[in-house]
């Protein structure tokens, strides 16, 4: 099993929207609707931002969205903020012997 | 309050073992599956195993397959990963992660990981 792709780095200014892809293959991203995403700030453990494509959990922001279309995956952020400065990355079910495949992870900047 | 804490990290020498632990407390732990999640220094996320809420499924990523083992003990509300055969290339921060259900495969708590270098 490969690891998703994401774009290394993206970047937008405060107020604007941004989107990170994750692409993968009809054995993984294509197949099942169990995506998620995690934001991970410097020194600090992953946080769940999204989950089976597009739910929320409690206490995230309406303004992360989740979306799915073929192989690749989409998670937006909008009305960018300086605290959403982080690493992203997203993760799908791979199957009943590998449950789980990251992407390598996508450096937001908010410029 | 929902924690995840995992220990049994440490140096070890490559071809050697160990075994790490996480305790889980706030929640109905046999109600839940659960994962081990690896990050190397300065590099990203790896799914490593995952298991599901009665251990009827077990999962591996290819890289440790044949030599890691997940177990858990719901009794002792406790999740394991028994590493043999160890490596360089399995030195990371081992986290603990708890699924938001028992089978979506998203990991919505994380303990604060446990540091294992493998190193001679």
């Known amino acids: 099993q490969s690891a998703l792709t994401q774009p290394a780095s993206v970047s937008g200014s405060p107020g604007q929207s941004i989107t990170i892809s994750c692409t993968g293959t009809s054995s993984d991203v294509g197949t099942y609707n169990l995506v998620s995403w995690y934001q991970q700030h410097p020194g600090k453990a992953p946080k769940l931002m999204i989950y089976?494509?597009?739910k929320r959990p409690s206490g995230v922001s309406n303004r992360f969205s989740g979306s799915k279309s073929g192989n690749t995956a989409s998670l937006t952020i909008s009305g960018l903020q300086a605290e959403d400065e982080a690493d992203y990355y997203c993760?799908?079910?791979?199957?009943?012997?590998?449950?789980?495949?990251f992407g390598g992870g996508t450096k937001l900047t908010v410029l | 309050e929902v924690q995840l804490v995992e220990s049994g990290g440490g140096l070890v020498q490559p071809g050697r073992s160990l075994r790490l632990s996480c305790a889980a407390s706030g929640f109905t732990f046999d109600d839940y599956a659960m994962h081990w999640v690896r990050q190397a220094p300065g590099k990203g996320l790896e799914w490593v195993s995952g298991?599901?809420?009665?251990?009827?499924?077990?999962g591996y990523a290819d890289s440790v397959k044949g030599r890691f083992t997940i177990s858990r003990d719901n009794a002792k509300n406790s999740l394991y990963m028994e590493m043999n055969s160890l490596r360089a290339e399995d030195t990371a921060l081992y986290y603990c992660?708890?699924?938001?259900?028992?089978?979506?495969?998203?990991?919505?708590?994380w303990g604060q990981g446990t540091m294992v270098t493998v190193s001679s």
């Open positions: 993760c799908s079910y791979a199957g009943s012997s590998t449950f789980g495949l």
């Open positions: 992660a708890k699924d938001i259900r028992s089978d979506s495969n998203a990991f919505d708590m």
């Open positions: 298991i599901s809420w009665n251990s009827g499924r077990r």
């Open positions: 089976e494509v597009s």
